[in-house]
């Protein structure tokens, strides 16, 4: 009897963040271009750029959909609390989990991102070790540990 031995090579993992603030970005960027899991981080700098990305409009035509959202709460345009309720209250998207990475520390702005069904709200620290390490734990628990839902086989299209 022969054993065929196939190497499976997994999809990588389809990221969205949605962050304006450039730093941030070459961090989060940065680190992820070092991880050992696959994956293709899709980057918008607002909240109008998410919503399009999301729905694949305009230049986003053909864009995938993200297995995990990080999602900055202080956005231009349309702010994190817009994008989160319309990713939750639309039904081909509302089981993607999303992540609020933000500089917010007010009560009221955790509150609402969890009312809206957010999966984890982390405040960025301001050190830059601290920051690395938040990133580096988002990596271990949410592409490591975390089984994710499978993407839904619909179209992404407006409710």
């Not at 960027?29 to 696959?38: A, I, P, Q, S």
């Not at 995938?64 to 817009?82: A, H, R, V, Y």
Request: proline share 5%.
């Amino acid at each position: 009897m022969k054993v065929l031995k196939v190497k499976i090579i997994a999809k990588p993992l389809e990221i969205l963040l949605v962050e304006d603030n450039k730093e941030d970005i070459g961090l989060i960027t940065e680190f992820f271009g070092d991880v050992k899991v696959r994956t293709n981080l899709h980057i918008v700098e607002d909240g109008d750029e998410a919503v399009r990305f999301l729905y694949g409009k305009d230049q986003f035509l053909g864009s995938p959909i993200p297995d995990i959202i990080i999602l900055d709460w202080n956005l231009p345009k349309k702010d994190g609390s817009e994008v989160l309720k319309g990713i939750k209250e639309n039904c081909n998207l509302k089981s993607i989990p999303v992540i609020i990475l933000t500089t917010s520390s007010a009560e009221k702005d955790m509150i609402r991102a969890y009312d809206l069904h957010a999966n984890a709200y982390i405040v960025k620290p301001l050190d830059f070790d601290e920051f690395m390490t938040v990133i580096g734990s988002i990596q271990d628990f949410w592409f490591k540990v975390v089984t994710l839902p499978p993407k839904s086989s619909t179209l992404k299209k407006m409710d």
